[in-house]
């Protein structure tokens, strides 16, 4: 990184223009940069030649041009599924997956280099957090991976789903968001875009003021505070009855209902017991609407000793309990697309990475 220099990528066309206008540069300059970036896809000065030499000297010495490298790429055998482990421009690394769906291409992004939130069942808990993930990180990472397949094979749809908590990094976030959809740029509607949180209440309420198209997934794994406190330090924070009464404002203000995301443990949260818990908390969320709940078998993680519950067995009893209910597919398990995991064993079998903080806990927050 390049501290003295600003980060272009991460600017919106507005900001853009404000910094080439202070260069004495006309304003139509900042369109074409904006475009040579963003469209075409030219992470390199030099190589935008409608500009004088002089020009992308100026720029060279001013801005650069935060693009994550490719360092590993893993295709699935058994489905379409494609991993990438990114190495960033301070050494860190952190991971997407492409996922084909029959509606499209998906990408699960990173937001974050690690996570704070120390969740029991999850492969980033253990390395602690290391630092957020700058706007620009971000969408690198779908243009790594648009770039690493042919016109109509690109991402037509996001997930902020990989290593870290995005409501952790609200700020960044918001502008990734807002360059994702810009119709100067990748213009991808938020329509397509899911960002999933393990419910920092008083940032759920935060977006909720956006008002912005997206759907928002909670992380709720557990329908009684007592198990979802010991899988999730966050449910000490913020409790089960304060983050649903989040997520029922938030369908009031937005007119979106919020999806839940729950993984299901074996001898853990699958119980008949654990159905009727979570009906009884989740039907007065969303009045005259059956909630939603993905489901999917817990990803073992070594050192967690938890298993996968039934999927399959735990939704017929959550749609017992009047609620909507389906099995997520696992894509790509022979090349560890679940989160977390190739980051992990790159850091443990090479060391390269070095964990800075992980001092910082939820409660900290
Ligand atoms: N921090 C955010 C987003 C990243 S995690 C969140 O908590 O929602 C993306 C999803 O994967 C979350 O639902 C998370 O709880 C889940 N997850 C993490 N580890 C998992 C594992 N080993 N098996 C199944 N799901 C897991």
Known sequence: MEPQKMDILS???????????????????AKQIFHQLHVKRV??????????KQFQAELNSRFYINMPKIEQKLASCVDDTVKYLYRLSDGSCIETVRMVYHHGITACISTQVGCKMGCSFCA?????????LTPAEMLGQIYGADADFPEGQQISGVVLMGIGEPLDNYDNVMQFLKLLSCKEGRNLSLRHVALST????????????EQLPLTLSVSLHAATD????????????????????????YFRKTGRRVTFEYAVIAGENDSAAAAKELGKRLRPVFPNQR???NLIPVNPVAGTGFRAGHAAAFQKLLEQE???ATVRRTLGDDIKAACGQLRRDTI???????VVSSSESVSGL
Not at 46 to 52: A, C, V
Not at 198 to 209: E, H, K, S
Not at 348 to 354: H, I
């Open 198 to 209: 393990c419910g920092l209440v008083p940032r759920i309420r935060q977006l909720a003021d």
């Open 291 to 293: 909630p939603h709940i």
């Open 43 to 52: 992470f390199d000065f030099t190589k935008m030649t409608e500009l004088s």
């Open 348 to 354: 443990e079998s090479t060391g390269k990475e070095s």
């Open 226 to 249: 007592a198990k979802r406190s010991a899988l999730m330090p966050v449910n000490r924070r913020y409790p089960l009855d304060e983050l649903l009464g989040a997520c029922g404002d």
């Open 124 to 132: 980033s808990a253990p390395l602690g957090f290391i630092r957020n």
């Open 322 to 324: 009047g609620l909507n």
């Open 11 to 29: 600017l919106l066309p507005e900001q853009l223009e404000a910094e080439i206008k202070a260069m004495g540069a006309p304003r139509f300059r």
